[in-house]
């Protein structure tokens, strides 16, 4: 910010010269800056400050300008030749060069990229029996006229975006951007389908360390889903004092903020709580996607052998109010404690039958909203919001009664957005939906 400069006064004594003379050190006339003091100050610094802004401004204009007519010129040059793409995909962001035009003959998108770039973002390989990843293969043909694959004097070049149509796997794209972000294939969530097994995902500590579920097999973990916008950040501390509790039983506490702010937003309320137990950030929701959640607070417990045995919506370790509503269930601590105690002998968990029929089941406007939320937090963070709220509201409005992305929308748009969201959800209660799922807790076993 521009800060004027500031002006000492000096000691005023009023002087009987004329008009030009010769004033002592001492003496000068009554100004009126002398009358106005702090008031002229203020008046001159909005000045001094509105003329540094507008320096400013304009200096940014002729950068624009200049930059533009630079870029405008680069972009007539690199048209005859490959553009450049980015693709979102597992947990990481790679640039990749599409030689050919970002639309097919149908009018579907299209990605053509080489084989080591297909590779590198999706994990198939061209071999002899056709595009392989793992056990799965799509058998291909490989000529000029191909949908899928084809091949040119240089290189064989495969469309990876006709490919997640051909498997079902969801995908978004911003056209004026050129990005794209790609879910999993149907194959890869069969085990979280069929036999509950936790997803394995890698995020970052508040310290930016990475931090992946698979290394910490071998014990009970409980991942506690909250956000910067949700009132269960005052919760932390009640998580904390349950992970000194139940750490020794070996029983560890992961907390996973899902804010599209990242570290700046949930930064401050990790802080205050003082923990000591994990604390993950997620600023593209990747554990939303994964687990198909919902809602926050929600509570994912996953015993050592890596296998989900409850899933908890509206998870609250103290039942409490919230706006004159009650939320979360009375005991939920006291489960937590009786599972770190008896293990799989506790009537709080849920074997693999019961968790398959409690585990989400999402169409495709579900998995393609994954993507759509995931394109928008990518512009997000790179300071592009109004892009990142369109992405934003199309990840709504195919995943509706998806409030961890209605609610991060609410965060970072304007205040007609956060009156549509009271309405919708006060709407759902007069209509005797409930905001969280209830939680069922079987009764206490005796001492």
């Given at each position: 910010?521009?800060?004027?400069?500031?002006r000492?006064?000096?000691?005023?004594?009023?002087?009987?010269?004329?008009?030009?003379a010769?004033?002592?050190?001492?003496?000068?006339?009554?100004?009126?800056?002398?009358l106005?003091?702090?008031?002229?100050?203020?008046?001159?610094q909005?000045?001094?400050?509105?003329?540094?802004?507008?320096?400013?401004?304009?200096?940014?204009?002729?950068?624009?300008?200049?930059?533009?007519?630079?870029?405008?010129?680069?972009a007539?040059?690199?048209s005859?030749?490959?553009?450049?793409?980015?693709?979102?995909?597992?947990?990481?962001?790679?640039?990749v060069?599409a030689?050919?035009?970002?639309?097919?003959a149908?009018?579907?998108?299209?990605?053509?990229?080489?084989?080591?770039?297909?590779?590198?973002?999706?994990?198939?390989v061209?071999?002899p029996?056709?595009?392989c990843?793992?056990?799965l293969?799509?058998?291909?043909?490989?000529?000029?006229?191909?949908t899928?694959?084809?091949r040119?004097?240089?290189?064989?070049?495969?469309?990876a975006?006709?490919?997640?149509?051909?498997?079902?796997?969801?995908?978004?794209?911003?056209?004026?951007?050129?990005?794209?972000?790609?879910?999993?294939?149907?194959?890869?969530?069969?085990?979280?389908?069929?036999?509950?097994r936790?997803?394995?995902?890698?995020?970052?500590?508040?310290?930016?360390?990475?931090?992946?579920?698979?290394?910490?097999?071998?014990?009970?973990?409980?991942?506690?889903?909250?956000?910067?916008?949700?009132?269960?950040?005052?919760?932390?501390?009640?998580?904390?004092?349950?992970h000194?509790?139940?750490?020794?039983?070996?029983?560890?506490?992961?907390?996973i903020?899902?804010?599209?702010?990242?570290?700046?937003?949930?930064?401050?309320?990790?802080e205050?709580?003082?923990?000591?137990?994990?604390?993950l950030?997620?600023?593209?929701?990747?554990?939303?996607?994964?687990?198909?959640?919902?809602?926050?607070p929600?509570?994912?417990?996953?015993?050592?052998?890596?296998?989900?045995?409850r899933?908890?919506?509206?998870?609250?370790?103290?039942?409490?109010?919230?706006?004159?509503?009650?939320?979360?269930?009375?005991?939920?601590?006291?489960?937590?404690?009786?599972?770190?105690?008896?293990?799989?002998?506790?009537?709080?968990?849920?074997?693999?039958?019961?968790?398959?029929?409690?585990?989400?089941?999402?169409?495709r406007?579900?998995?393609?909203?994954?993507?759509?939320?995931?394109?928008?937090?990518y512009?997000?963070?790179?300071?592009?919001?109004?892009?990142?709220?369109?992405?934003?509201?199309?990840?709504?409005?195919?995943?509706?009664?998806?409030?961890?992305?209605?609610?991060?929308?609410?965060?970072?748009s304007?205040?007609?957005?956060?009156?549509?969201?009271?309405?919708?959800?006060?709407?759902?209660?007069?209509?005797?939906?409930?905001?969280?799922?209830?939680?069922?807790?079987?009764?206490?076993?005796?001492?």
């Open positions: 910010m521009y800060a004027p400069e500031t000492t006064p000096r000691p005023i004594r009023p002087c009987s010269h004329s008009i030009g010769h004033f002592p050190n001492d003496c000068r006339p009554i100004l009126a800056t002398d106005l003091g702090p008031a002229y100050d203020r008046w001159m909005t000045i001094r400050c509105a003329r540094e802004r507008s320096r400013r401004s304009n200096l940014q204009r002729v950068r624009s300008v200049v930059g533009g007519c630079f870029l405008g010129a680069v007539v040059c690199v005859a030749h490959a553009l450049a793409d980015v693709v979102l995909h597992d947990d990481q962001t790679s640039e060069e030689s050919l035009p970002n639309t097919t149908d009018g579907d998108e299209g990605l053509w990229l080489d084989e080591a770039a297909l590779t590198r973002v999706s994990g198939f061209l071999k029996e056709g595009l990843r793992e056990e293969c799509v058998p291909v043909t490989a000529s000029s006229g191909s899928l694959v084809r040119d004097e240089d290189a064989v070049r495969v469309d975006a006709a490919l997640a149509r051909r498997l079902d796997q969801p995908y978004a794209f911003d056209p004026e951007e050129r990005v794209w972000s790609f879910g999993p294939i149907p194959a890869a969530r069969r085990a979280f389908l069929e036999s509950a936790a997803p394995d995902f890698e995020l970052e500590d508040r310290d930016g360390e990475p931090w992946r579920l698979s290394d910490h097999s071998g014990k009970k973990r409980v991942l506690v889903v909250w956000a910067s916008w949700c009132a269960c950040r005052d919760d932390l501390v009640v998580w904390e004092r349950l000194r509790e139940l750490a020794p039983a070996g029983l560890e506490i992961i907390a903020a899902e804010d599209s702010g990242g570290l700046a937003a949930a930064g401050p309320y990790i205050a709580a003082e923990t000591t137990h994990t604390s950030i997620d600023p593209t929701h990747s554990v939303t996607a994964a687990y198909q959640l919902v809602n926050v929600t509570a994912i417990w996953i015993d050592e052998s890596g296998t989900i045995v899933l908890d919506d509206g998870a609250y370790p103290e039942q409490r109010r919230i706006l004159g509503v009650e939320v979360g269930v009375a005991g939920y601590a006291d489960a937590l404690r009786d599972w770190a105690k008896h293990g799989p002998e506790s009537p709080y968990v849920l074997n693999t039958s019961a968790m398959r029929q409690t585990l989400p089941r999402p169409d406007d579900r998995l393609r909203a994954d993507q759509e939320f995931r394109l928008g937090a512009f997000y963070e790179h300071g592009r919001v109004e892009l990142a709220t369109k992405h934003w509201e199309r990840a709504a409005a195919l995943a509706p009664d998806n409030w961890n992305y209605r609610r991060q929308e609410w965060a970072d304007s205040f007609e957005a956060t009156v549509k969201f009271l309405v919708r959800a006060f709407g759902r209660g007069v209509r005797g939906v409930p905001y969280y799922r209830p939680i069922e807790l079987p009764k206490p076993p005796p001492e």
